[in-house]
């Protein structure tokens, strides 16, 4: 069994913290099941290899352009920069072409039986042309992450991404909501499989003192954590407007906001506007491998997720499951994926989005429960363990590609 993976998310380098949810599928597959060989395309990046071996999955990365101007897959990803800058869309054309010819070449050389392909366009769509053009036996899984099925609303993407889902010999959705949102293209429902993101149960390793941290950030009293890009559909505007109150009640509380994004600037202002800079610390991209520390200072963590209104939402909600497995208890909403991970006051309390209130009494009612606060963050690392460890999910990748050969 011979796996090509494409994706135009993935790491740039081998110790690159960022995007590695497909390294991560892919490197877990190849330990539960050995005999599967996996290849992973992903598009170049300045600085980055051609080819390189991470953990025994070997790595292409194709160059579509200059090495200095290859910036369309890079960052927020393809559709937010090119929404950011209408010029990389003269770019599109040739990274598609690029890649397509850098599928051939892989696939002929190593007797690729199925391309897995994540994320629907553009690696959905190039895996379906690639199968019409020049190879029409080749089967094609196309994992669906979220971004690109919720939002490209207009008809013509509408019909392209219908187009796609029609052509693929199987899809993976990685939460229940991705599945409902992919029927509405009138895809067979045996088609579908949810597979949902895996954890490593290790990510729990503590580096820096829960009391150093502390005295760091001078937190005196109950911590609040945030983990997220800052952007719309985090919600986070809801989480910041929901604190005067329970500073009201707690004056010594402190927000954690870790993470980077577009809207950072637009928060800032929103803090300041509500004098809030006391009880708000931005601590800005905190590496993957310090997070425990992280959620093991943090008494509350909070992913406040809404749907915005070119309906982009969550598709999954990793941070949750980073949470739970350092036994945080977990305060979020019923949008997205969130609910596929929380089950409302059994292993977290879910509110509904756009609520600042309904975050605001959540948050008192926890703080002033440590009983309640600890059945949640047990339960919630059981259903972690149980459900969202990875040899579970390396199975159903592993039953999927049996099922479509």
Not at 69 to 91: P, S
Not at 124 to 135: C, P
Not at 360 to 381: E, F, M
Not at 382 to 399: A, C, G, R, T
């Amino acid at each position: 069994m011979n796996i090509l993976m494409t994706s135009s998310t993935f790491p740039k380098w081998e110790k690159d913290s960022e995007l590695r949810i497909v390294l991560d599928i892919a490197q877990n597959i190849k330990k539960y099941y050995p005999s599967v060989n996996i290849f992973v395309l992903s598009p170049h990046h300045k600085n980055s290899k051609k080819k390189e071996i991470i953990n025994n999955i070997k790595i292409y990365r194709y160059q579509y352009f200059f090495e200095h101007l290859e910036k369309l897959h890079h960052g927020d990803g393809m559709l937010a920069n090119i929404k950011k800058n209408k010029l990389l869309l003269f770019l599109l054309p040739l990274s598609i072409i690029s890649q397509i010819l850098a599928i051939k070449k892989i696939v002929k050389k190593h007797n690729i039986n199925i391309i897995h392909a994540h994320w629907l366009i553009p690696q959905g769509f190039i895996a379906v042309l690639y199968k019409k053009i020049f190879n029409k036996n080749i089967k094609i899984i196309c994992t669906l992450h979220g971004s690109d099925i919720f939002s490209l609303q207009n008809i013509i993407l509408k019909n392209l991404k219908k187009y796609i889902l029609k052509n693929c010999n199987l899809i993976s959705a990685v939460s229940s909501t991705i599945k409902k949102e992919i029927l509405k293209y009138k895809i067979s429902s045996q088609k579908i499989k949810i597979i949902h993101n895996g954890i490593d149960l290790n990510f729990t390793h503590i580096t820096k003192n829960k009391n150093d941290l502390k005295r760091q950030y001078n937190i005196s009293s109950f911590c609040l954590l945030f983990v997220g890009r800052l952007n719309e559909q985090k919600g986070i505007k809801y989480l910041i407007n929901a604190l005067p109150k329970v500073i009201k009640k707690l004056p010594k509380i402190k927000l954690l906001i870790i993470g980077e994004g577009p809207d950072k600037n637009k928060i800032k202002k929103q803090v300041q506007k509500l004098n809030l800079n006391q009880n708000i610390i931005f601590t800005g991209k905190i590496e993957n491998q310090l997070l425990p520390s992280y959620y093991n200072m943090a008494d509350i963590f909070i992913g406040p997720s809404i749907i915005t209104k070119n309906n982009s939402t969550e598709g999954f909600g990793m941070v949750l499951l980073e949470a739970l497995i350092n036994e945080t208890p977990v305060i979020t909403t019923n949008s997205g994926g969130m609910t596929d991970i929380i089950e409302n006051n059994i292993s977290g309390i879910i509110v509904t989005p756009k609520n600042s209130g309904a975050i605001t009494n959540a948050v008192l009612d926890l703080l002033n429960n440590h009983n309640k606060r600890k059945i949640l963050s047990d339960n919630g690392k059981k259903l972690v363990l149980d459900k969202f460890n990875w040899k579970k999910i390396s199975f159903e990748y592993f039953s999927a590609y049996q099922q479509i050969l």
